[in-house]
């Protein structure tokens, strides 16, 4: 059939359906639903139809952290880097020690390693491979059942 | 405003509505779910809307908008809009106009019904993909081009969606049992 028939004679068929009539329990959903809105929390509005009280105290908020920001933080700076400053020269002391604990510590758990990891490596690789097989097989089937993806 | 006020204005378009998001969705469950929300949003602009006479534009234009959010979100939307094509082929090639013209001359008032309610059926049998624009072309009367602006697709996806739906309600309307 040419499209311009089988567009006119399905436009006039649908067309001549009956028109779908709303469900009697729509109107006392929406109305509901309108009452839960209407009785939200004050917070839950937006700002500007906040009680005028709580307006004021917001602002008063936010301009509170706005001045703190701007004049604590250069202060707090200069108090961080005075403490490095102080802190550095300790630390070159420090860090002698602190190479000589680390080597020590290399040294054990490399001895740990070989005797409890290294024998284990094929068997925890053969696992992942194996999960990682059962993800792709799972998922393609999923594609294909549920979504009907091919 | 008044509650009572926005009672009248949902009595007045509660079918219009849900008419289009049933006609949309294909399934009465979820036009009931949109249309709600619809008329929640109308409520929080009741003061601009109520009294207009853009009341019924906006509700068209907020409830078409509404469903094509709620079948992107809910569905797959790869499957919404895709080019998967059914097997129409498979199906009996009947006339569309001998069963439209035996339901007219033949068919007593109750076959007619039983022929509505078979276009009814298979138009909520027809993939989202050929619904959509199906509806949104002979219901709400947009252009091809409209409507692929409107869905995001190429005007030529849209005009093969819509003939592969119009084939299909002719296949249904035919046989429906096989189709099923």
């Known amino acids: 059939m040419p499209r311009v028939d089988l567009e006119q004679l399905v436009h006039e068929e649908l067309r001549r359906l009956p028109s779908p009539i709303a469900p009697r329990t729509l109107l006392p959903r929406v109305m509901a639903a309108v009452q839960a809105w209407a009785a939200r929390p004050w917070y839950a509005r937006a700002w500007f139809t906040w009680p005028i009280g709580l307006q004021v105290l917001s602002m008063a908020a936010l301009a509170g952290i706005l001045v703190g920001a701007v004049v604590i933080a250069p202060g707090a700076e200069q108090t961080v880097r005075a403490a490095i400053a102080a802190r550095a020269s300790g630390i070159s002391m420090a860090v002698t020690s602190a190479a000589r604990q680390m080597e020590g510590g290399v040294t054990a758990a490399r001895a740990l390693w070989r005797v409890l990891g290294e024998p284990l490596v094929p068997y925890a690789f053969a696992v992942v491979a194996l999960m990682a097989l059962a993800c792709v097989t799972f998922g393609t089937a999923l594609n294909r059942v549920a979504f009907g993806r091919t | ?180």
């Open chain 2, 1 to 180: 405003m008044s509650h009572a006020e926005f009672e009248a204005f949902v009595r007045r378009f509660q079918d219009m509505v849900f008419a289009i998001a049933v006609r949309l969705l294909g399934n009465p469950v979820d036009a009931e779910d949109v249309a709600q929300t619809v008329f929640l949003r109308a409520f929080q602009r009741f003061d601009a809307i109520g009294r207009s006479p853009a009341a019924a534009g906006w509700l068209r234009t907020v409830t078409r908008n509404a469903c094509l959010n709620h079948l992107s979100r809910y569905r797959n939307r790869l499957h919404l809009f895709s080019e998967l094509a059914r097997t129409d082929e498979d199906a009996p090639a009947i006339p569309y106009e001998a069963a439209m013209a035996s339901s007219e001359s033949q068919a007593t008032a109750i076959e007619s019904d039983e022929q509505r309610q078979q276009l009814q059926e298979a138009m909520s049998r027809l993939p989202d993909h050929q619904r959509v624009p199906l509806v949104l072309f002979h219901y709400e009367e947009m252009s091809y081009q409209d409507i692929a602006a409107l869905l995001g697709v190429s005007l030529g996806k849209v005009k093969t969606d819509i003939h592969r739906g119009r084939e299909s309600l002719r296949k249904y309307l035919a046989d429906p049992d096989a189709s099923r």
